[in-house]
């Protein structure tokens, strides 16, 4: 067996191992929070903090810079590697792989998964968002918040945990120099202080804990 063949299968193994573990409850909640539209509120204060921090034409660049760096991680993933690569989801039913993989709500994503486009997308955010702001709590926040996204994908069976490793790649890459293209562009001058700093992992644990309530409410109403 080459290095390569052992590495697809245990991506397999591993993949299959924790989307094993699943569980009505978690079901919900996995599925509510990799969606993309409920971390809105989180999104808004992050844009919070930049109009509380910074002049109006770093703010206008640096909304630009991060909008950049989304497209860059979701484009590269989504238009370029995976027409190249066209690596099968395991939830995707032309794969053998799916018939052991838990299907949570019949999502089963896309044709093709590597690399994944929420990983690049979630961990682009959290290295930008850490290198500018530059707190550790905050920084902490985003890269558990990015994790535990990832955790998702696997759970729901529509990413092997190589596909999020590469997309964690590329986000990182997008990051790192839209940033410091962002720094010669703007000009910009750290205050020694960011006021409201917090505010963005405050309203990403409100909607996580939004999620929990959700979860629940979701295993005592819906159908069986």
Known sequence: MSIFEFL???????????????STYFDWFMSMYSSK????PMYAAIFFVMVRNFDWKVTVICTISLAMV???ADQVC?????PLVERMRP????????????????????????????SANTFALAFFVSMLYRRRWLTTF?????????????YLGVHYPGDLLAGCAVGFVGAFFIYHIFLKIS???????????LTPPFLGLATIAGIFVYAG????????
């Open 187 to 197: 000009g910009i001058t750290y205050p020694k202080r960011f006021d409201g700093y």
């Open 91 to 118: 939830s995707n039913p032309n794969n053998p792989l799916s018939e052991k993989v838990h299907i949570v709500n019949n999502h089963r994503g896309g044709r093709y998964g590597f690399p994944s486009c929420h």
């Open 37 to 40: 539209w409920v971390w809105v």
């Open 217 to 224: 409410v979701m295993c005592l109403t819906a159908p069986q």
């Open 8 to 22: 697809l299968q245990l991506d397999a193994q591993i993949l299959l191992l924790i989307n094993g573990m699943h």
């Open 70 to 72: 989304i497209v860059f």
């Open 142 to 154: 985003f890269m558990g918040w990015a994790l535990l996204t990832c955790y998702s994908r696997i």
């Open 78 to 82: 989504a238009t370029l590697i995976r």
